[in-house]
Nanobody
Framework: QALFTESGGDSVQAGGSLRLSCTAS????????VGWFRQAPQKGREGVAV????????TYGDSVKGRFTISQDTTGNTLYLQMNDLKPEDTAMYYC???????????????????????RGQGTQVLVSS
């Protein structure tokens, strides 16, 4: 069961921008960490950006630092990913994921590890052409 609905994916030229949105169907109190992940064809899942439940700080993958920005609305029900200066290697399926409260409230040593998240959406496709 997908508990997130993502939107905003599109085909763009390199150097362009996109803003992805993700709407949650569950209460923010039911999860701890939340973030964006991506998976390109024939590649593993990659953590793009996540928000810490402890202080609201963001952690970014090295490949997107300085280009992508994660944010959420005041209710915590909608998550955004602003993507600037897109590159062909950003082409992937992007999806939201969250770590449910049932997994515990401990601070993650590696919050970008997709294996730590048990709630995810269906994804939205981003295609960047050169």
């Amino acid at each position: 069961q997908a508990l997130f609905t993502e939107s905003g994916g599109d085909s763009v030229q390199a150097g362009g921008s996109l803003r992805l949105s993700c709407t949650a169907s569950q209460s923010p109190s039911s999860r701890t960490y939340v973030g964006w992940f991506r998976q390109a064809p024939q590649k593993g899942r990659e953590g793009v950006a996540v928000i810490s439940p402890f202080d609201g700080s963001a952690t970014y993958g090295d490949s997107v630092k300085g280009r992508f920005t994660i944010s959420q609305d005041t209710t915590g029900n909608t998550l955004y990913l602003q993507m600037n200066d897109l590159k062909p290697e950003d082409t992937a399926m992007y999806y939201c994921a969250a770590r449910g409260q049932e997994l515990g409230a401990a601070r993650l040593a590696n919050p970008l590890a997709s294996s730590a998240y048990n709630i995810r959406g269906q994804g939205t496709q981003v295609l960047v052409s050169s």
